[in-house]
């Protein structure tokens, strides 16, 4: 069956970019003279956002999968901080002809501990560890339960199963994970991204076992005039799968403004199962992410 | 400037987003597991749904014929043990033998078998294992991936809907036929689509490829000739499900692909009758509820079954009476529900009462009147009230007496 795979992850939404703009600058002249505006712990918010959109066809068909995710971190003391990502999925199914099926859901939001290194222009680290809340329960009936499963797992397999717990459906899971960058010159930085995770399932009604994850992803980024570009191999472990390696190729374009930044990346999985060997599903995508700080 | 054109080209990038991706299954040794895992990803393929990594593969074995049989007959019921003899055949297995829906003479052995000669693979979803039969001989792996296909779909069907949730509220013989049915027509469905597939591409030969309008013209004709099988209880519940179901299921697929197949499931289907009608309009008609008063169980007997068979069960007891076959095809569509009771005593001797309503009396009286002509007629007693055929049979000579039939109404 020919089969079309299609990955958007936009980025915040430019509404809630604007709003959120203002405050970045109130915060960039605080640090001489505190705005009587904006309160303090406000400056210190830092969120990302993502939208994702996937899509698949056939003869009959065409899915649409939406996976938003958003996230805030709060520093708050000697780098510790606290923070949460929180993964969303909305499918919709239109066959040619009867009616669209649709339906949405939450993942299960990752409450979190981090730790971010003390301000180097060279290096940097972030730590995170992490526990999910088992929210993103499926529905009973068979038509929605079937759809809901797999916009989950579109949403996950879109992104190369980075972060699958996020999205996993009636299981809570435990997270570590890390986030180095060290900036060699002016031009290069390096990066890498890993996690290891577990997770068990809570459901009497999925026939799910829970699973062990483990995750890597270097990248190799260059600047210059704003921009950047890196390109982003990328490994995830599932265990107890049978093939439990998915390999994955990323590669970005971003541009950096004052409070914000926004990339545009593309990935594609390489190896079975949702790669383009063998009889993978030959899942590729493409995405905008965004990310506001002070 | 630099940066506005860096964010055009990022916008410019999400506007050319677009990748293909084919699924490439090659026949291959199911026995593998690359090639197990191969036929999965082809399985969620073709079922419109996405790998996931929180369901693993099922886990896959290999039997021969005789170990399964072995295992069937492990799992098979039996009434009491006698002292110093074989076990007895439990009361359903006695009574069906008496109205010859299942071959008198056949072996308790022979009954627990009775799956493993058609049976190439199933799947146990208490213990999420596939298991396929290797009957020996020659290796034919695209017969072979076709039918761990078809198995996958179960697994995949137990991870998507489960099987538990399937079947609350199934509390009938009838109603389990459908269930059953639409899991095994679904199997079907996609393991037909996989191979057209495969043969397509020139992966399985020259021989031609079954297509979905084969499916959809499926009947009963396809995979049994019921005359044939001297217990055809047994071959119409085990058999007629795979291409009634797959037909079902082939409408729904045609309307809307994967999403078409998965609505058809809900609302099930009421009754099989409806699954073995190929034009629907006149069977989705409401029929009038209909009872037949409830009987006290004869003296020195209890009653020890209740059932309501359906269609399939309707159509086998019409092909020992009524030929050609298509007759009794034609005279089981009318079938609107039956009651099946079966008494049994100390000495484990069994009646069987059981009431057969029709949507005619047209067609309660042909059945009827075949009875009475067939050699069955000599044991098996009937009765006609309107359109409710009244059959019993006992082991004992006489043991029904003076007693008198049940009255129905609707």
Redesign the interface.
């Known amino acids: 069956?020919?089969?079309?795979?299609?990955?958007?992850r936009?980025g915040a939404l430019a509404g809630w970019l604007c709003v959120t703009q203002p405050v970045r600058a109130d915060a960039g002249a605080s640090t001489e003279a505190p705005s009587q505006s904006a309160p303090i712990w406000l400056e210190k918010l830092q969120a990302h956002a993502e939208l994702g959109l996937s899509g698949?066809a056939?003869?009959?068909?065409r899915?649409w999968v939406l996976s938003p995710l958003i996230g805030l971190d709060y520093p708050f003391s000697h780098g510790f901080g606290i923070g949460f990502d929180w993964a969303f999925a909305l499918a919709a199914?239109v066959?040619?002809?009867?009616n669209v099926?649709a339906w949405a859901a939450p993942g299960g939001p990752l409450l979190k501990v981090t730790y971010d290194s003390p301000d180097n222009l060279q290096h940097q680290l972030k730590l995170y560890a992490g526990l999910s809340v088992p929210a993103a329960w499926l529905p009973?009936?068979?038509?929605r339960?079937?759809?809901a499963?797999?916009g989950?797992?579109?949403a996950?397999?879109s992104r190369g199963?980075w972060n699958?717990w996020l999205w996993?459906?009636e299981?809570m899971a435990l997270a570590l994970g890390a986030a180095w960058q060290s900036r060699l010159n002016e031009h290069v930085t390096l990066r890498c991204d890993a996690a290891a995770a577990g997770?068990v399932s809570l459901s009497w009604?999925?026939?799910?076992?829970g699973?062990l994850?483990a995750q890597l992803a270097p990248a190799l980024e260059l600047h210059a005039?704003?921009?950047h570009v890196g390109l982003r191999p990328q490994a995830v472990l599932?265990a107890?799968?049978?093939?439990p390696l998915?390999i994955s190729l990323g590669a970005y374009?971003?541009?950096a403004?004052e409070h914000w930044s926004?990339?545009?990346n593309?990935l594609?999985n390489l190896d079975?199962?949702?790669g383009?060997t063998?009889?993978?599903?030959?899942?590729?995508?493409?995405?905008?992410s965004a990310e506001v700080s002070p | 400037m630099?940066?506005h054109v860096?964010?055009a080209?990022?916008?410019g990038?999400?506007a050319a987003?677009?990748?293909?991706?084919?699924?490439?299954?090659?026949p291959c040794d199911v026995r593998r597991?690359?090639c197990?895992?191969?036929v999965f990803?082809?399985v969620?393929?073709?079922r419109?749904?996405?790998?996931?990594?929180?369901?693993?593969?099922p886990t896959m074995r290999v039997v021969t014929e005789e170990q399964y049989c072995a295992e069937l007959l492990a799992q098979a019921p039996s009434g009491p043990a006698t002292p110093g003899g074989p076990n007895q055949p439990d009361d359903l297995t006695s009574a069906l033998k008496l109205l010859h829906l299942l071959d008198p003479n056949e072996t308790r052995e022979e009954g627990a078998c009775h799956n493993a000669v058609f049976a190439a693979a199933y799947y146990v979803?208490a213990r999420?294992l596939v298991t396929v039969i290797d009957r020996g001989g020659e290796t034919d792996q695209c017969g072979d991936v076709r039918t761990l296909a078809h198995e996958l779909v179960h697994a995949a069907q137990?991870?998507?809907?489960?099987f538990?949730?399937?079947n609350r509220g199934v509390d009938s013989f009838d109603e389990q036929q459908v269930v059953d049915a639409l899991l095994e027509g679904e199997g079907v469905l996609y393991e037909t689509?996989i191979d057209a597939?495969l043969r397509e591409q020139g992966r399985c030969g020259a021989t031609p490829p079954i297509d979905l309008a084969q499916v959809l013209g499926a009947t009963r004709d396809n995979v049994v000739d019921l005359t044939r099988f001297p217990s055809p209880f047994r071959t119409a519940t085990a058999l007629l499900g795979y291409p009634l179901g797959a037909r079902y299921l082939g409408y729904g697929?045609?309307?809307?692909?994967?999403?078409?197949v998965?609505?058809a499931?809900?609302p099930r289907p009421e009754g099989d009758v409806r699954l073995m009608n190929e034009q629907h309009s006149e069977y989705d008609r409401p029929l009038p509820a209909w009872s037949c008063a409830t009987l006290n169980a004869p003296e020195g007997y209890r009653a020890s079954v209740f059932a309501s068979f359906g269609g399939f069960v309707a159509y086998a007891f019409a092909t020992l009476v009524l030929t050609p076959e298509p007759a009794a095809w034609d005279n089981a569509l009318a079938s609107a529900g039956d009651d099946f009771v079966v008494y049994s005593n100390a000495a484990h001797e069994v009646l069987v009462e059981w009431s057969l309503h029709f949507r005619s009396e047209q067609r309660a009286e042909e059945l009827g009147r075949a009875l009475a002509e067939s050699p069955l007629g000599a044991s098996i007693e009937h009765s006609l009230q309107g359109d409710v055929l009244q059959v019993r049979a006992s082991s004992q000579p006489h043991a029904f007496g003076d007693r008198a039939w049940a009255s129905c109404s609707e």
């Open positions: 069956m020919s089969r079309t795979v299609t990955v958007l936009l698949r056939d003869a009959k068909s899915l199914e066959p040619a002809h009867q099926q009973r009936d068979t038509v339960r079937a759809l499963r797999t989950y797992a579109m996950a397999g199963l699958a996993v459906p299981q997770s009604l999925t026939s799910d076992a699973a994850y005039a704003g921009l599932v107890p799968q049978r093939d998915q374009l971003g541009v403004f926004i990339d545009a593309a594609c079975e199962p949702l383009w063998g009889s993978g599903l030959g899942v590729c995508g493409t995405w905008l | 630099m940066r860096a964010l080209l990022t916008l990038m999400l987003i677009g990748c293909a991706g084919e699924n490439t299954l090659e597991s690359d197990q895992q191969q990803l082809a969620a393929d073709a419109g749904s996405s790998w996931d990594p929180w369901f693993p593969l979803p999420q137990d991870r998507d809907l489960h538990k949730t399937l689509l597939k697929y045609e309307a809307a692909g994967s999403l078409g998965r609505r499931f809900e």
